[in-house]
């Protein structure tokens, strides 16, 4: 294999050429850059919207790093999300870096609520959300879906999360991304 083409590979294995992107909100802040190592180290912090710069794949181990028994172990974590997206590859036979984005594409809210104070009156209001909080926010319910199906199971959380992945691809409701993009959205739309 020559240098170029190693340079296209994530974590040498999965081809992040030809990935594309379907959600035109979502397309900026998708990074499919070819990295050797999921670890950027924190060198996008002190950039306003350093996050859009860190690839995909390392924002996911970052979202499994949840308090509790995962906290603050990347490397557990890289661990974890490497090998989902092999079961994914076995599963699928396609390219899991594709799986992954579709994933997100599907289960990006597009609208939520905000809380409104006039006096003593709470009321919500319905508002468009940022591309940027749309990808941590789904994200984010991927990773919790997959620790909660884990949690007290005999399935391993590299099975649930390629699991939670693969049904938010294909847009199935049993996806607890996909059921709280849906349960957000309705809340949305009756407090128009």
Known sequence: ?????????????????????????????ICVKPVAVFHTGGRHEHRRFGKVSVPIVERLINKMMHPGKNMGKKHLNTNIALQALEIIYLRTKENPLQVLIRAIENSALREETTRIAYGGIVYHQSVDISPLRRLDIALKHMADGARSAAFSKPKTIEECLADEILLAASYDSKSFAVARREELERIALSAR
């Open 1 to 29: 294999m020559s240098k170029t083409q190693q340079v296209l590979l994530a974590h040498g294995r999965w081809s992040m050429a030809n990935l594309n992107v379907n959600d035109p909100g979502l397309k900026r802040y």
